[in-house]
């Protein structure tokens, strides 16, 4: 038998199981009832309001919001609605397309090799700067050159999951579930001063862009300034959306605003997956190269504008509640696929436990006041 920290048994479509371990079966009729009994203040609360769901950037560590999905496939749990950026944006938009959870963690597991995402070399950045910049040396760079790895190979990959398991990639219109996937309009790169043209935020979606390829669009969002080269559609260029919407709750909130003003629609609930930064000095030792610093840059910003929306957001008394989720346990870099499945395990374990019982909005009222703390401003009113 293996030892208990190899999770290679783990895979989600055995869970529930009770306990998690390589002996356990999958729960069913009264067990499985029983299982979800646990979950009924949570279960409960999101039923009596329109629910969505919002999945936040995180690099690699993106199964973890599978682990999110396939607890709520077994709680019957169907947000009407899925809100995705970078990392969230590939894993919402695989679920958005039709793929069942336990689907998308096999596309994942069966990734054997980084460079199959990122090409020659993925697991070393610095090497792959000394060769783009020794490029640069006898060629003219361009604005579709900016990053260390390649948009279109990332993107072709998830195009080729979607017609593996589709059969084909769908455009923004054809989902069978509502997604709304962000990014970072940063033009054409051939404006000139004074032109007028503003960075701007761009939501992907049907209402919005129906045709834009659901690959398109996720390749518009999870361009990682500096790291990943922009998205290019139409005449724009596009960068990661976490630099304007790291967890994706304003998006979701809005929109319901937009239509409670046409509609007198219920209260809503944002089912929040963050995988994002949660405070800490990162140690020396964690900082070996470019990357890593800009990364962490990245995180420090997301935080801040995280904190921002989640007060804005969560606001129970007139109507809107934010169940914040923080599923990742496992530090995962960009290039550590072998870590996927200790990633999936770890999660699977954090959402049932966060959302179990009565606690399940314990990590969003943590954060509000953290978030009072850290911006200096009192918490709104609720």
């Not at 944006?89 to 096999?106: D, F, H, K, N, T």
């Not at 405070?279 to 890593?292: F, K, Q, S, Y």
Request: proline share 7%; glycine share 8%; hydrophobic share 40%.
């Amino acid at each position: 038998m293996e030892s208990g920290d190899d999770k290679r048994w783990f895979t989600l479509s055995r869970q529930p199981q009770e306990p998690p371990s390589p002996d356990g079966t999958t729960l069913g009729g009264e067990d499985l009832s029983a299982w979800r009994d646990r979950f009924l203040p949570f279960t409960r609360f999101v039923a009596r309001r329109e629910t969505v769901l919002a999945l936040s950037g995180g690099g690699m560590a993106m199964p973890a919001h599978i682990s999110m999905l396939r607890v709520l496939e077994l709680l019957d749990v169907a947000p009407s609605a899925i809100y995705g950026t970078s990392a969230g944006a590939v894993i919402g938009g695989l679920r958005a397309s039709g793929m069942p959870p336990c689907a998308i963690e096999q596309a994942m597991l069966d990734i054997r090799s980084a460079n199959v995402l990122f090409g020659f070399a993925a697991r070393y950045p610095a090497l792959r700067l000394a060769a783009l910049a020794i490029r640069r040396q006898f060629q003219k760079s361009s604005i579709d050159d900016l990053g260390i790895y390649n948009i279109d190979r990332i993107e072709g990959h998830v195009a080729d999951i979607l017609k593996h398991h589709v059969g084909d990639v769908p455009t923004m219109s054809e989902l069978e579930i509502p997604f709304h996937c962000v990014g970072l309009d940063i033009g054409t790169g051939d404006a000139p001063p004074g032109s007028g043209l503003l960075v701007r935020k761009q939501v992907f979606s049907a209402e919005r862009t129906p045709d834009v390829r659901v690959s398109d669009a996720i390749g518009a969002s999870m361009s990682i300034p500096g790291v990943i080269t922009p998205k290019k559609i139409g005449d724009s260029h596009y960068m990661d959306g976490a630099v304007a919407e790291h967890l994706p709750i304003l998006s979701a909130y809005n929109d319901w605003r937009g239509r409670r003003r046409r509609f007198r629609r219920n209260r809503l609930a944002i089912i929040a997956s963050d995988l994002g930064y949660t405070g800490e000095t990162m140690p020396r030792a964690d900082l070996t190269d470019p990357v890593d610093l800009v990364i962490y840059s990245r995180r420090i910003q997301e935080r801040i504008i995280n904190h921002y929306n989640l007060l804005t957001c969560h606001r129970p008394r007139r109507g809107s509640s934010v169940v914040l989720v923080r599923p990742r346990r496992v530090k995962v870099q960009l290039y550590e696929l072998e870590k996927m499945r200790p990633c999936l395990h770890s999660a699977y374990l954090a959402v049932v436990r966060q959302l179990s019982g009565g606690d399940y909005l314990s990590e969003t009222e943590r954060a509000v006041e953290q978030a009072s703390k850290f911006l200096g401003v009192p918490g709104l009113p609720a």
